[in-house]
């Protein structure tokens, strides 16, 4: 079945109305009817007088209708959304901290070189911090444009899965997240970096 309906009706998939009453063991009857006011100030008084009308039938607004949709309804979902979020921090945190260390130890001889010239403290570990910055930036600008790719290549092979939604609103929590996560495993790293002896780092191999 194929059609051409008004967006923000709710519907995702659609099905002849006589298969789906046989689905749900309701043929031959009125499942829902939508009813559109003239002024939607009026939706309570309307619903407190088809309720005294027609006792024993479920009405509810589009608002409260639209609230049993909402991710914090199902149960569970929401601390299944925050342990996953929490789990990504910490990879990110732990992967970022390694990078980083490797990236110390890497470069011993010229963080010792640079102590030898001058560099402070605060240089050396400005320099170690803004790496850490831009790489948790670039990583969330590679990780915006992938959930672009992802929700083409959903849409594209599996066209009636659940729909990924894209949220601007978030893109600056996301990168908050990450540059925060990457900022902090970068400190270690940097503390091991301004300690090192001049004398020492020169003479690494």
């Excluded at 970022?96 to 001889?109: I, P």
């Excluded at 929590?173 to 990457?182: K, L, P, Q, T, V």
Aim: charged letters at 15%.
């Amino acid at each position: 079945m194929a059609g051409i309906v008004e967006p923000g009706k709710l519907a995702h998939l659609f099905v002849r109305i006589g298969v789906l009453q046989d689905l749900i063991g309701a043929s031959g009857k009125v499942s829902q009817i939508y009813i559109k006011l003239d002024d939607p100030r009026n939706t309570r008084q309307t619903i407190d007088d088809l309720n005294r009308k027609y006792d024993g039938y479920k009405i509810y607004s589009m608002k409260e209708l639209t609230s049993y949709y909402s991710v914090n309804n199902i149960p569970l979902l929401k601390s299944f959304i925050y342990a996953v979020m929490g789990i990504g921090i910490v990879i990110g945190f732990a992967v970022v901290s390694l990078s980083m260390y490797m990236a110390v130890l890497q470069r011993t001889r010229e963080i010792g070189i640079l102590k030898s010239l001058g560099a402070s403290k605060g240089f050396i570990m400005g320099i170690i911090l803004a790496e850490a910055f831009l790489l948790g930036l670039g990583g969330t600008l590679v990780g915006i444009v992938f959930s672009f790719g992802t929700r083409w290549i959903m849409l594209t092979l599996m066209p009636a899965s659940l729909p990924q939604a894209i949220v601007p609103a978030w893109w600056p929590i996301a990168g908050s997240i990450a540059m925060g996560a990457a900022l902090l495993g970068a400190l270690y790293p940097g503390m091991i970096a301004v300690r090192q002896d001049p004398i020492e780092a020169l003479a690494y191999e």
